[in-house]
């Protein structure tokens, strides 16, 4: 059975719903986009709009970095791929960025209804500001929501990113305003035994037992 297309809000740890779209890099199967890499799904309201021209700028100019992080980027908004070819063409002509990524051209709102980025308390004709972390088995790990009218900030997505990779691949929690090369919080014991450990224990920092850092060797 067809999957009905509500304005469902997915959460953290769902199956990315699967769709099919237009983009400005052709057609996509979302389930078959980037075997084996991350991808950043974000929205923006409107195209030829001030905020979002800043915002798609800004993930054009660190494409490389997602890139180095295995990380794919898609943009969408509820315009048309005519709309969307003439205002990258227009970005790249005025100032040099070019958005080098799929922009789902989601004129019936598919896709926008699939990830809940319509809001009808603050518009239910263009889609808010989210943006979805979804890794490699295409399960979603971070959301994120702004408002029509406050642009994202570029360093927390790729802060966020490689947070996420960092636990991931090392088993650890990250503290409050972490950057990579900081410490890492080991995770707190879960019996009598590992607690008991982690007091007699030598670590790189600890406050108590149920909070110790260390560093990444």
Same mark, same amino acid.
């Given at each position: 059975?067809e999957?009905?297309?509500?304005?469902?809000?997915?959460?953290?740890?769902?199956q990315?719903? @699967? =769709?099919?779209? $237009?983009? #400005?890099?052709g057609k996509?199967? +979302?389930?078959e986009f980037a /075997?084996?890499k991350?991808?950043?799904?974000?929205?923006h309201?409107? @195209? =030829?709009?001030p $905020?979002? #021209?800043t915002?798609?700028?800004? +993930?054009a100019l660190n494409? /490389?970095?997602?890139?180095?992080l295995?990380?794919?980027?898609i943009?969408l908004?509820?315009?048309s791929i005519h709309s969307?070819?003439?205002?990258v063409n227009n970005?790249?002509?005025k100032?040099?960025?070019f958005?080098?990524?799929?922009i789902i051209?989601?004129?019936?709102?598919k896709?926008?209804?699939l990830?809940?980025m319509l809001?009808?308390n603050?518009?239910?004709?263009?889609?808010v500001?989210a943006?979805f972390?979804?890794?490699?088995?295409?399960?979603?790990r971070?959301?994120?929501y702004?408002p029509?009218n406050v642009g994202?900030?570029?360093d927390e997505i790729?802060?966020?990113l490689?947070?996420?990779?960092?636990?991931?691949?090392?088993?650890?929690a990250?503290?409050?305003n972490?950057?990579k090369?900081e410490r890492?919080?080991?995770?707190p014991?879960?019996?009598?035994?590992?607690?008991?450990e982690?007091i007699n224990g030598?670590?790189?920092?600890?406050?108590?037992?149920?909070l110790?850092?260390?560093?990444l060797?």
């Open positions: 059975m999957q009905e297309v509500l304005n469902v809000m997915p959460r953290i740890g769902d990315a719903p @699967d =769709f099919e779209a $237009v983009t #400005t890099k996509i199967k +979302f389930s /075997k084996d991350w991808v950043v799904l974000f929205s309201p409107a @195209d =030829f709009t $905020v979002c #021209t915002e798609m700028s800004g +993930f494409k /490389k970095k997602f890139e180095e295995n990380t794919e980027l943009g908004s509820i315009d969307h070819l003439a205002w970005v790249k002509e100032t040099g960025v958005f080098d990524f799929p051209a989601d004129i019936d709102m896709v926008s209804k990830y809940g809001q009808p603050e518009s239910e004709t263009a889609a500001r943006v972390f979804i890794d490699p088995s295409k399960k979603i971070l959301i994120m702004y029509l994202r900030n570029m790729l802060r966020a490689e947070a996420l990779q960092v636990s991931d691949k090392y088993g650890v990250l503290p409050l972490w950057k090369g890492v919080i080991v995770p014991p879960k019996n009598l035994d590992e607690m008991q982690r030598k670590y790189d920092e600890k406050i108590d037992f149920y110790v850092k260390k560093d060797k």
